[in-house]
């Protein structure tokens, strides 16, 4: 099982949470696309490295909270495609993926208008990435991989656009401060090297748009 399959069903049992019966509860649940910036910074053996990756992919958010209650849980998760750095093309790699993941209390605002109604969250962020390709020279093919973790704190600012009881539009962006990273690299199927920066940090900004399904409790 690769590791995209993994993180596939991770969302899948994460987001079972919003089909459990909740009569208590005022829930919501939104998936669409976002548009992800990457500004990483590390130091090793007085070596400075920074650069700015961009990746596409999927933003979903999960929000629950008691009856006549703003505040409740938070859960985001992100599926991203890294497309390109200042040294990097992904997309021409025979793999590359992100998953994003995000849980902490979240908040929801008055409902404006009958319609505009400001949401957001904050809580501990992890990051993983997975990256293979195949590369070859004059003489012979190898193969590169690496698998890199982040740990930080990140959130999510929102706004939904109610067109309906039950649905509607979510505009927004994700935020994320990480300050530890640490990665195995390696080549072929010889055992990796673990890299950890002696400085790190970096801070992620995801504009997203999604479309949202809303149950509430009217009880």
Known sequence: ???????????????????????????????GYEYAHDYHSETTDSDKD?????????????????KDRN?????????LAPRKNEDFDYTEADAATAGS????????????????QPYGGIGLHYLQFTYHDTLKNEEESYSSYQLTNKLGIGG???????????????????????FYSSSLIGIDDKEGTFHKPDKFHSFMVSPFITLGYARVNRE
């Not at 993994?6 to 089909?19: A, G, T």
């Not at 208590?24 to 649940?29: G, H, K, P, S, V």
């Not at 505040?71 to 599926?79: A, D, R, V």
């Not at 209390?105 to 009958?114: A, C, D, L, S, V």
């Open 71 to 79: 505040i409740g849980l938070f859960l985001h998760t992100s599926l």
């Open 1 to 31: 099982m690769n590791r995209r399959t993994k993180h596939i069903i991770l969302y899948l049992q994460l987001f079972s949470l919003f089909f459990l019966e909740a009569k208590e509860n005022d829930e919501w649940l939104n998936i």
């Open 50 to 66: 920074t650069f700015h990756t961009e990746s596409k992919g999927i933003s979903l958010s999960f929000y629950r909270f008691k």
């Open 156 to 178: 999510e600012m929102g706004c939904r656009l109610n067109f309906h009881p039950n649905f509607f539009l979510g505009l927004g962006t994700i935020l994320a401060w990480d």
């Open 101 to 116: 993941y995000i849980i902490g209390p979240g908040f929801k605002g008055t409902e404006y208008y009958n319609m505009i």
